[in-house]
């Protein structure tokens, strides 16, 4: 089983959407979480860290549920720059971060 | 640098032969991670430094994948007797390590741009 499980996607939703990910993931020690962002042929990219109480940065929103294992990320009012790979991260141990093989989602004008 | 840097951005070899990839991480980084990512995947952990030595190694594939980092700065990837399955783009990251707290996203960890390895 992949410590990181996301839905590959694509997601095609039009300009000004609104468009929700989840994430699962196994390992219940896990520490930390972050939603990283991955354009085509490009490194990935921070996009924000999921704190316990929920977190939002301008049109995102990160969630987290430790009882279900699960992390969501919400994307308000989508742009066509929206338009990448969403990487889910979980840290375990020290050291450790596993990435989700991402969903990629599709902004059409 | 003021970033990661890595090279070469490409490489093409055959298959059979040795091969270094090259990561200069963040000026004061301590840490510093190797991944492997294929197509349609997210990067896949290989090894992690700390300082000069090895702190985990165990998402090295198999004996033919060797990494150093010798002065704590400058590392490199060795893959000998390549083989096509190891066609990937192979990312660095660098991180500071902040003494009780940790490594990682909260700490500057940054990704170099890659190198992409092509086994032919």
């Known amino acids: 089983r992949k410590e990181v499980e996301q839905d590959p996607g694509p997601f095609n939703v039009p300009e000004g959407a609104t468009v929700a990910f989840n994430c699962t993931y196994s390992?219940?020690?896990?520490?930390?979480f972050f939603w990283y962002r991955q354009d085509c042929r490009k490194e990935p990219k921070l996009l924000m860290s999921?704190?316990?109480s929920g977190n939002e940065d301008g049109r995102f929103t990160a969630q987290l549920n430790r009882a279900s294992q699960y992390i969501s990320l919400l994307i308000r009012d989508s742009k066509l720059s929206d338009s990448a790979t969403y990487l889910c991260v979980v840290n375990v141990d020290f050291n450790k971060f596993y990435f989700g093989s991402g969903t990629k989602l599709n902004v059409k004008p | 640098g003021a970033g990661v840097s890595q090279t070469p951005s490409n490489k093409v070899t055959e298959k059979g032969k040795y091969v270094e990839l090259r990561c200069d991480p963040i000026s004061g980084h301590t840490a510093l991670y190797w991944y492997r990512q294929s197509l349609g995947q997210g990067p896949e952990f290989l090894i992690y430094?700390?300082?000069?030595?090895?702190?985990?190694d165990s998402g090295l594939p198999n004996d033919r994948f060797f990494a150093v980092r010798p002065e704590g700065s400058v590392s490199t990837l060795k893959i000998q007797r390549t083989e096509r399955g190891d066609s990937a783009v192979y990312l660095c990251?660098?991180?500071?390590?902040?003494?009780?707290?940790?490594?990682?996203?909260?700490?500057?960890?940054?990704f170099g741009s890659g190198t992409r390895l092509t086994v032919v």
């Open positions: 430094f700390q300082g000069t030595g090895a702190a985990d």
């Open positions: 999921v704190y316990s």
């Open positions: 390992n219940s020690a896990s520490q930390s």
């Open positions: 990251a660098s991180s500071l390590n902040h003494p009780g707290q940790g490594v990682g996203p909260n700490y500057g960890y940054t």
